[in-house]
């Protein structure tokens, strides 16, 4: 009996080595990194730092095959030793490396970076990427059927996991609705507006000197980056094409801090929503400064950090929240792609052969919000709600600040109005700027009801 166990004892040693050397001799998964700037550095860090916990969570090692930067010299003194020897000027060369497996693309843009994303996928090899532009603005996931997977995680909200609980956790769901901020630098500017009550351009001063703001402070404060990443959502669930010219963002760039202090007194805030909604059969995609009641969780999302709520027809309402940029949190989400890769996990699938239609942008329906300054007179007020009944708007609420004195007193007005569609309450809005007592521009918001 005791020779058997013996026997069997030896029996499991056996395989139990022969299955962790194949575990642990499973060939690498080498990478070429393209681009080493802020986010790729912070890339080639983390998988220096955590190689054996990434090991380990993979069995397979992940390597570093080649490292393009477009200054060979300054990278080379700025990287690790064992990486240095990796740098080549020229993307071309790093991704025909023989050990690159997979290309991570960091470059950035919509120029060089896409065209070395194609060259990847056309060589057969996987890309991983970090460019929201280059995604929705060039054909590149249209291909993603055949070709080799592009994993995007950490383009859509940094390291909060939008493409993983829409890819996996809520596969078996309908999603109805993604909504949400994902604009770091436009949540810091409207925060700095609200708390520090300072004046737009003064936020985004502050933005540009803490390092938020993008190369190309209009990408962030137009609303083109929120655009970018709204297109992937929406891909992901809802299986649409839109190109991001499509959502026509609207930004923070023209926000006065005059309406900052008007949505604080009845009691809202103001944030930059991206929003992607079914709605009669259509999708409903828009970027623009909405005003959330103070109470909602939303609203309590401060600084530069992202959250966006999934509402789906089983889970309900889910709500992701994080860092959506910055190195450290953009290279986890890339180094975690990368892991998924070794691991053999399936990519994001391709979207169905029939995508929704989009919903035009002023068929678009909700309360809204309307500002202007008028001057202070006998019947102004009944002009103004004369054109509101007039275009069909029904009013929940008016509200009017004291008027400034002087011989020509002024008075600003606000308007909540009851829902109607965007393009009915611009043209009341452009009827309402025309009366001669209105001085200046009429301000309109929507307003976000619903959502916790
Ligand atoms: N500039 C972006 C933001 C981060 O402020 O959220 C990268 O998309």
């Known amino acids: 009996m005791a020779d058997k166990l013996h026997r069997r004892a030896f029996a499991f040693v056996i395989i139990a080595v022969f299955m962790r050397g194949k575990h642990n001799t499973a060939s690498a998964l080498g990478v070429a990194i393209v681009g080493a700037g802020v986010v790729g550095g912070g890339v080639l860090r983390l998988l220096r730092r955590n190689a054996a916990a990434i090991r380990a969570h993979c069995g397979r090692a992940v390597t570093v095959a080649a490292i393009a930067v477009r200054r060979p010299a300054a990278a080379k003194k700025r990287l690790a030793r064992e990486h240095s020897e990796l740098v080549t000027g020229d993307w071309r060369e790093a991704l025909a490396h023989p050990r690159a497996d997979v290309v991570v693309e960091l470059m950035g843009g919509t120029g060089a970076a896409a065209d070395c994303m194609r060259a990847a996928l056309k060589a057969g090899k996987p890309v991983v990427t970090a460019n929201k532009a280059a995604l929705a603005e060039c054909d590149i996931l249209s291909a993603n059927g055949k070709a080799p997977p592009v994993f995007y995680e950490a383009a859509v909200a940094g390291c909060v996991p939008v493409v993983k609980v829409l890819r996996e956790s809520l596969a078996g769901d309908t999603v109805a609705e993604v909504f949400g901020i994902i604009n770091g630098t436009c949540n810091y500017i409207l925060s700095q507006m609200h708390r520090e009550r300072v004046s737009f ?29 709204l297109a992937l959502i929406a891909r992901l669930a809802f299986g649409a094409q839109p190109s991001a010219k499509a959502i026509a963002a609207k930004g923070v760039r023209d926000l006065d801090a005059m309406d900052i202090r008007c949505a604080e007194q009845l009691g809202f805030v103001v944030k930059l929503l991206a929003r992607a909604q079914m709605r009669g059969g259509e999708l409903a995609l828009s970027v623009r400064p909405e005003l959330i009641a103070r109470e909602k969780m939303l609203a309590a999302v401060d600084g530069a950090m992202n959250a966006v709520i999934i509402r789906s027809e089983n889970a309900g309402e889910t709500m992701l929240y994080g860092a959506g940029a910055g190195a450290g949190p953009t ?122």
């Open 331 to 452: 290279a986890t989400a890339v180094v975690a792609d990368i892991m998924d890769i070794a691991r053999g996990c399936p990519p994001p699938p391709p979207p169905p052969a029939k995508p929704p239609k989009l919903q035009k942008q002023e068929k678009a329906r909700s309360e809204h919000y309307l500002r202007l300054r008028a001057r202070d007179k006998t019947g102004v007020l009944a002009a103004i709600t004369g054109l509101l009944a007039k275009n069909k708007i029904s009013i929940e609420a008016i509200h009017q600040n004291e008027p400034g004195d002087g011989a020509r007193p002024t008075a600003d007005i606000v308007i909540l109005t009851h829902e109607a569609a965007r393009g009915q309450v611009a043209k009341c809005a452009a009827d309402i700027k025309k009366l001669p007592d209105v001085c200046g521009d009429v301000v309109m918001m929507p307003v976000a009801r619903g959502g916790k």
């Open 201 to 229: 351009s003064e936020a985004l001063a502050r933005a540009q000197k803490n390092g938020y703001a993008e190369a190309d402070a209009g990408l962030d404060i137009d609303g083109a980056d929120a655009a970018h990443k």
